[in-house]
């Protein structure tokens, strides 16, 4: 699934390696990494599935493993500080 989503939300180098943005903190996920490792890709669901979301393909992103376990249950707007102070 996640080379399926890899192929969908990114593109392949010359070298064939996959480039994907994180759909959390929109940095690049070495997709050569396990996804047990805090850069590695995981699976992110947009709608949490205890919150009725589903395994549909339009509901699931990569992110890295350390953001999608920092995020939890809250909704990705609500993660992190914002990178700047807007007036």
């Not at 192929?7 to 010359?14: H, K, N, S």
């Not at 939890?72 to 102070?85: D, E, I, V, Y």
Request: glycine share 10%; with cysteine.
């Amino acid at each position: 699934m996640r080379i399926r989503l890899a192929e969908r939300d990114g593109y392949r180098d010359e070298d064939g390696t996959y480039r994907v943005l994180c759909c959390l903190c929109r940095q690049p996920i070495d997709m050569r990494l396990p996804g047990n490792v805090p850069a590695g890709p995981t699976i992110e669901h947009h709608r949490a599935f205890i919150d009725g979301g589903t395994n549909d393909a339009d509901n699931l992103g990569l992110a890295h493993s350390a953001c999608n376990k920092s995020r939890g249950r809250r909704a990705p707007t609500t993660l992190g500080p914002t990178s700047r102070k807007w007036l």
